[in-house]
């Protein structure tokens, strides 16, 4: 979604929020934007596309000065086109303003504003704001700000620049994170780290109804009621080269063989292997009240929802707590009517998911309590629920989410064993599920080293515009999850079903020409799922069976076969969705698709 890069300094401004804005394409967006200012002059410059669209519009033109402001644009309200690409300015050009999120009182704002005789250039929600900032300006920008907020309904991260207030940028937040970064060259203000992460990882959250005046060398915030706050900085373990291909083609291959790295990161000094039990820092504030829980609910969007599909079967597996999984995008339009000591748990990478921060806020407002399994250090979900545990899988670039659904089952089945352990679950039960999940990463590399094998099968299927993905139990989510996949980054059209749920219906799809991925390791749905099998090759469809190694009764059924080490059921979807993801990628590799950009997604989605 929409991106923020500000910077203030020592430094040209324009190379540095150039930098800034390609650090944080892989948010997704259609347009892009800048305006750097230099004594009383701005100058600024916006483009449809790529920023090398923009780059190259820039090449030449000069453009001084140290303090700037730059935007990548997800169109929201208005396609995407250069008017309506920020910085939006008002009619004289003395404001600029970058901003993420939507104002949703705009239209009324706007009519009073042409009512007033103000025309407008763009489609946009911010050129209002642009507007009222400039009505609202008599010398002092945060003042204007101010006034500005209070006159505006929804969700913002700004960044505004004034002609007559040179030297200062004033940024403002509600509902959308932003960042002030300190280092030696200046101040950067961001939506996301990433764009600062090679000056600095010295940062202060900005908090919703606050705003802050950014120079050279300061920077002072306040809330919208003029109250002035002191934070101190904190340091975010974000490096640079985090961010960077390391060699790979894309971000989604580097992170699909990042996971044996990134579930040790998870597990890292997270177990007492003689106890059976993991040890969980993060929620030590509520666990008195947590190890009395009965009843629970995972919310989440996207991938991070079918994590927490699995994580229900896990919990039911592992503990005596009645689960149940909801869809952020849907749960706070429920009834809902929590039994008492109910935790709500909100699984995201971003943390900054808008409808996943609506639902955990509704569900507090219903009295549960909050927990969050979170990537992102510091980002709204983690500040907004009461304890939480963090994935510690790094950035993840790519828009297709890979590593991170590995890390949050991770996170989900230690939460589950420790629960567990503190109710019926015996310690050989325990041991065994900590060394199962201790030797995860050497089995997820074997997965990984078949990649060659997995190229070639999706080499032989990529032309085929429909396919099938089928699971039961633990893989059922599975299924879904590597339906999303093959949509997002090679956009062929997947289902992902519950194998049983075919013959009620998507069984009239099977043809020749329609691929069935059947998820089927050797557990206790192992015979349902080869009757399942069977169905689809009666019906002459091709089936790509993702299975246990060594299954020889398998492999003579089916078209093409993708082993998977033998590990416990419960585990099993973490070496499962592999080949999954990797039938993906190589598919959108094959159609030349824009792997770790697909079109229209974004990567972090903070609007509902
Ligand atoms: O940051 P979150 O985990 O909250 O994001 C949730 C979804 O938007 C995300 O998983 C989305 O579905 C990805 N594009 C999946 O690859």
Redesign the pocket.
């Known amino acids: 979604m929409c991106g923020i890069v500000c910077y203030v300094g020592n430094k040209d401004a324009k190379p540095i929020l150039l930098e800034g804005l390609k650090r944080l394409e892989y948010r997704g967006y259609d347009s892009a934007g800048l305006a750097v200012q230099d004594g009383e002059k701005i100058r600024w410059s916006r483009a449809v596309g790529k920023i090398v669209e923009l780059e190259s519009k820039l090449n030449g033109v000069e453009m001084k000065g140290t303090i700037g402001i730059a935007h990548t644009r997800w169109a929201t309200h208005g396609e995407p086109s250069e008017e309506n690409a920020h910085p939006q300015r008002d009619r004289d050009e003395n404001v600029f303003v970058i901003h993420n999120g939507i104002i949703e009182n705009y239209h009324t704002l706007r009519k009073k504003l042409e009512r007033e005789g103000i025309s407008f250039r763009s489609e946009t929600d911010t050129e209002v704001l642009a507007h009222l900032i400039a009505l609202n300006f008599t010398g002092d920008l945060s003042d204007a700000v101010r006034k500005t907020m209070s006159q505006v309904e929804g969700t913002f991260g700004i960044g505004v620049i004034h002609r007559f207030t040179p030297g200062e940028i004033v940024v403002a937040r509600r509902g959308s994170p932003l960042i002030i970064g300190v280092s030696d060259e200046g101040h950067f203000v961001a939506s996301d780290v990433a764009a600062m992460a090679r000056y600095t990882n010295k940062v202060v959250h900005l908090e919703d109804n606050e705003l802050a005046s950014v120079t050279v060398d300061d920077f002072s915030i306040s809330t919208a009621q003029a109250k002035h706050i002191v934070r101190s900085t904190e340091t975010v373990e974000w490096r640079a080269q985090d961010a960077e291909l390391n060699g790979f083609p894309h971000f989604m291959l580097k992170e699909i063989y990042e996971q044996p790295m990134t579930v040790k990161n998870a597990i890292r000094g997270r177990l007492e292997p003689g106890e059976g039990v993991p040890k969980l820092g993060g929620i030590m504030p509520v666990w008195d009240k947590l190890k009395e829980c009965r009843h629970m609910v995972l919310v989440?969007?996207?991938?991070?929802?079918y994590a927490a599909c699995v994580g229900k079967y896990i919990f039911e597996k592992l503990t005596e707590i009645d689960t149940e999984v909801g869809l952020a995008s849907e749960f706070r339009y429920r009834k809902l009517n929590f039994p008492p000591n109910t935790f709500v748990i909100a699984?995201?990478?971003?943390?900054?998911?808008a409808d996943?921060l609506a639902a955990i806020r509704e569900a507090k407002r219903k009295g549960a309590s909050l927990l969050g399994i979170v990537n992102v250090v510091g980002s709204s979900i983690s500040r907004e629920t009461d304890a939480g545990i963090y994935n510690h899988a790094g950035p993840e670039i790519g828009?297709?989410?890979?590593k991170?659904f590995t890390s949050q089952l991770t996170i989900l089945t230690l939460l589950a064993l420790l629960l567990g352990r503190h109710q019926s679950l015996s310690l050989t039960e325990g041991i065994q599920a900590i060394r199962a999940l201790e030797s995860l990463p050497d089995l997820m590399q074997r997965v990984l080293s078949q990649a060659n094998h997995i190229e070639a099968i999706s080499e032989k299927y990529y032309r085929c515009r429909n396919w099938l993905f089928l699971g039961r139990k633990y893989n059922y989510p599975i299924a879904m999850e590597g339906a999303?996949?093959l949509k997002?980054v090679s956009y062929i059209h997947a289902e992902g079903y519950a194998a049983g749920e075919m013959k009620h219906g998507p069984i009239a799809l099977i043809n020749p020409e329609m691929p069935t991925v059947a998820i089927i390791p050797k557990d206790e749905m192992y015979e349902k799922m080869t009757s399942n099998i069977h169905e689809v090759k009666s019906r002459k469809g091709p089936v790509i069976a993702i299975a246990t190694e060594g299954d020889d009764r398998i492999r003579d059924v089916v078209d093409d076969l993708i082993e998977v080490p033998a590990t416990l059921d419960f585990l099993n979807p973490l070496l499962t969705v592999i080949p999954c993801q990797l039938l993906a990628y190589y598919c959108a590799k094959f159609l030349d698709r824009d792997i770790d950009k697909p079109r229209n997604?974004a990567?972090?989605?903070t609007v509902e």
Do not use: Y
């Not at 989440?300 to 929802?305: D, E, L, P, R």
């Not at 699984?347 to 998911?353: K, N």
């Not at 828009?399 to 890979?402: G, L, P, Y």
């Open positions: 989440a969007c996207g991938t991070s929802h699984i995201s990478q971003s943390g900054e998911t996943t828009v297709a989410s890979t991170n999303l996949k997002e997604l990567k972090s989605v």
